[in-house]
């Protein structure tokens, strides 16, 4: 099974990682944007420097002088020494001051405006600002534009962009965390009343199964509290049923043990043997009623689908099975003067538990001989109508009046003054057990004859049937 995941970890596991991307994407845009603010406060000061000097470049007839301003070497940000180099060269690449082997990168433009770039130089990164002066004196060779290029190290300006750079850095975790902190909070409470509902559930008795308080929940879980409660009425109805039904067949098995003894206890005070043989002979009667009683009890106990047996099914031929069936009653039926036919219209496919569905068809047969009078005729039939299973069992006998026909479903219900003493009224509540697990239904009617009792039972026919079909 996999490990469910818990809420909370799942936002985390949605939230986190792309969290965490935008955050790397914005360190990165921070870390460009604070050294493209510190080369611009920078750079302005380089500017002013190499203007300084490129002011007091003169020349007069082809002799270039300099005099470097020392404002010229005034860093932007005192604080940290950084190292200073400057350069002019003469039109013809001659060098007027300063360090030959400091080149721009590329020739600035003759119209004066400045090259700032960045490179290395004598081993250390600086930024270089490099431009071009007219000096309009028609004596020097080469043109009449001086270079001037200055440098410096980068070391302040990276340190500070670092430090704007961790500011902002740690801003945004700090924002993070504080979102995450309070994520955190919000799905805690979010998730209390969830937990006190645990707490109340595992606080109950082990009976109480009335419906658990829904108040509190969140509307998007009221749902699953909805169907679960749902569930807690069937369950809570059924366990009443099932004390109902203990109820019931304890006072039924009580009814004939008392008629046992007492015919037991007269029986034991006759002398005489012939008397004797009679109560020997109702005892037996009375034996054979309450043992059909334990067996139907049994029969209604195994067809519950709590018990799980009829959930075992396969591919059955429901008229096979009533062939059986009704071949093995056929006895009973002519002991009684019954004629016992069957009548088929071909297979009838089922998925069905083969054991269940006997039962259901024998309980069915059993009433209609044992409710019908002699010299009468008992029709079971089978056959298929639009994709269902049909099975109708009739009779020629007293029929049910329409007013009981709901009646005798129910367990332990017999109608008075009718059939001998040894039925259990669970038959039918069998029948429709039976039926009701394979999803089927069963109907009580008057017999085609116009006398007597019609039961149909009817199935779904079975999927791959019908798609031949
Ligand atoms: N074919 C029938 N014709 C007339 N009445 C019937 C017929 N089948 C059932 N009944 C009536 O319905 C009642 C309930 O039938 P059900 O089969 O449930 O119980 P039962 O036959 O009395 O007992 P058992 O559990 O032994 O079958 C019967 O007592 C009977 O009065
Ligand atoms: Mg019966």
Request: proline residues 6%; without cysteine.
């Amino acid at each position: 099974m996999r490990a469910s995941l818990s809420l909370r970890g799942r936002v985390a596991r949605w939230l986190l990682p792309p969290l965490l991307i935008l955050l790397a994407i914005n360190a990165v845009l921070s870390w460009l944007g604070a050294r493209q603010a510190v080369n611009r406060a920078y750079d302005r000061s380089l500017t002013a420097s190499i203007r300084a000097i490129a002011e007091q470049v003169h020349s007069l007839e082809g002799e270039i002088t300099v005099d470097v301003p020392y404002s010229a070497f005034e860093v932007f940000e005192a604080g940290v020494q950084e190292r200073i180099f400057y350069a002019v060269f003469a039109p013809d690449g001659r060098l007027v001051t300063g360090y030959e082997d400091l080149l721009a990168p590329r020739a600035p433009a003759e119209d004066g405006t400045l090259l700032l770039a960045e490179m290395p130089y004598r081993g250390e990164e600086v930024r270089i600002g490099a431009m071009k002066k007219r000096l309009y004196d028609p004596a020097l060779a080469g043109g009449d534009a001086v270079t001037i290029v200055f440098a410096e190290t980068t070391e302040s300006r990276i340190a500070l962009a670092r430090e704007l750079f961790f500011d902002s850095l740690r801003r945004q975790l700090l924002l993070v965390g504080l979102g995450a902190l309070m994520l955190a909070l919000a799905l805690g409470s979010a998730f209390r009343p969830l937990v006190e509902l645990r707490d109340a559930v595992q606080r109950r008795a082990e009976d109480d199964l009335t419906p658990v308080p829904t108040g509190n929940v969140p509307s998007e879980v009221q749902p699953l509290i909805g169907a679960i409660n749902h569930h807690m009425e069937r369950l809570s109805a059924m366990l009443a049923a099932r004390r109902r039904f203990l109820a019931d067949a304890a006072h039924q098995i009580r009814t004939p043990l008392a008629v046992l003894s007492t015919q037991a206890e007269f029986g034991a005070r006759q002398g005489d043997p012939g008397e004797m043989r009679r109560i020997f002979e109702s005892l037996l009667t009375t034996i054979r009623s309450t043992r059909r009683m334990a067996d139907q009890m049994l029969s209604l106990s195994r067809a519950e689908p709590a018990n799980g047996l009829i959930q075992e099914q396969a591919p059955v031929d429901l008229t096979a099975i009533a062939r059986e069936v009704a071949l093995e009653l056929v006895p009973v039926a002519l002991k009684k003067h019954i004629e016992l036919a069957f009548e088929e219209t071909g297979a009838a496919p089922m998925t069905g538990n083969a054991a269940m569905l006997r039962e259901l068809v024998a309980n069915l047969v059993d009433n209609a001989i044992r409710y019908s009078p002699p010299d009468t005729q008992v029709v079971v039939a089978t056959g298929t109508a639009d994709g269902h299973v049909v099975l109708a069992v009739s009779d020629e006998g007293p029929g049910i009046p329409l007013a009981e026909r709901d009646k005798v479903f129910q367990r332990f219900y017999r109608i008075l003054g009718q059939g001998g003493p040894d039925g259990s009224g669970l038959g039918l509540a069998i029948v429709r057990e039976i039926a009701l697990a394979h999803g089927g239904e069963v109907r009580l009617a008057d017999a085609p004859g116009g006398r007597g009792l019609q039961v149909e039972v009817e199935f779904p026919r079975r999927a791959d049937e019908v798609a031949q079909a």
